[in-house]
């Protein structure tokens, strides 16, 4: 069975930094590009990072470029989300997301940046 299992989420005061991590197991995660999303209350996922199969590529929402770090372990059938100087409005749950052909979600993580 597919699972994807988000971690590393929790409290952290603005301009501080967390780093998430997503492992996968049940599929051929190099073939597999991987996204982390992300939805606040109230408000529509998007997408926050991607990253190809091979790590070669990656793209990032205009609100996190230069900060956030999107990076994968194909050893480790992880893919991580180093998020620096976080704001109030990165809080949100996240998620990270399998696509090829087919998509699989995580079930999320809670990230909350507040004083």
């Known amino acids: 069975q597919v699972q994807l299992m988000e971690s590393g989420g929790g409290l952290v005061q603005p301009g501080g930094s967390l780093r998430l991590s997503c492992a996968a197991s049940a599929f051929t995660f190099t073939l597999y590009a991987m996204s982390w999303y992300r939805q606040a209350p109230g408000k529509e996922r998007e997408l926050v990072a991607s990253?190809?199969?091979?790590?070669?590529?990656?793209n990032y929402a205009a609100s996190v470029k230069g900060r956030f770090t999107i990076s994968r372990d194909n050893a480790k059938n992880t893919v991580y989300l180093q998020m620096n100087s976080l704001k109030p409005e990165d809080t949100a749950v996240y998620y990270c997301?399998?696509?090829?052909?087919?998509?699989?979600w995580g079930q999320g993580t809670q990230v909350t940046v507040s004083s």
């Open positions: 997301k399998a696509v090829r052909f087919s998509s699989y």
């Open positions: 990253i190809t199969g091979n790590g070669r590529s990656t």
